[in-house]
């Protein structure tokens, strides 16, 4: 699946997507993840937001590659963040800043 598809859609929406493409039941990746069937059921409909083990979870009992998995999550987290807000463009250049100081700060150590 490209970028460009899953720019488009949640993360909920996406993992369901992936899981239907694979042909998996709700109850088998569930059961592999070590979760209830429910809780599965609400990260894909968006009304629980997954933590980062869980998706981590996902990413092995999809076999999809983690970090892609865990990119999608955490875009999906940030969007749901600033989507109410009239200068996230600003917030997000601001954080983008903010990483780059972080990451110069860590490379000098």
Do not use: P
Not at 38 to 55: D, F, M, N, P
């Amino acid at each position: 699946m490209t970028s460009q598809n899953t720019s488009k859609m949640t993360f909920g929406e996406h993992i369901r997507k992936l899981r239907e493409q694979k042909q998996l039941l709700l109850r088998e990746v569930a059961s592999q993840m070590h979760i209830d069937t429910a809780l599965l059921s609400k990260i894909e409909r968006g009304t629980r937001i997954a933590r980062k083990e869980q998706v981590e979870a996902l990413a092995i009992a999809l076999k999809e590659n983690k970090n892609e998995l865990l990119n999608v999550w955490m875009a999906d987290k940030i969007v749901n963040m600033l989507k109410d807000e009239s200068n996230s463009t600003e917030i997000l250049k601001k954080v983008e800043e903010e990483i780059k100081n972080l990451t110069n700060k860590k490379q000098q150590l």
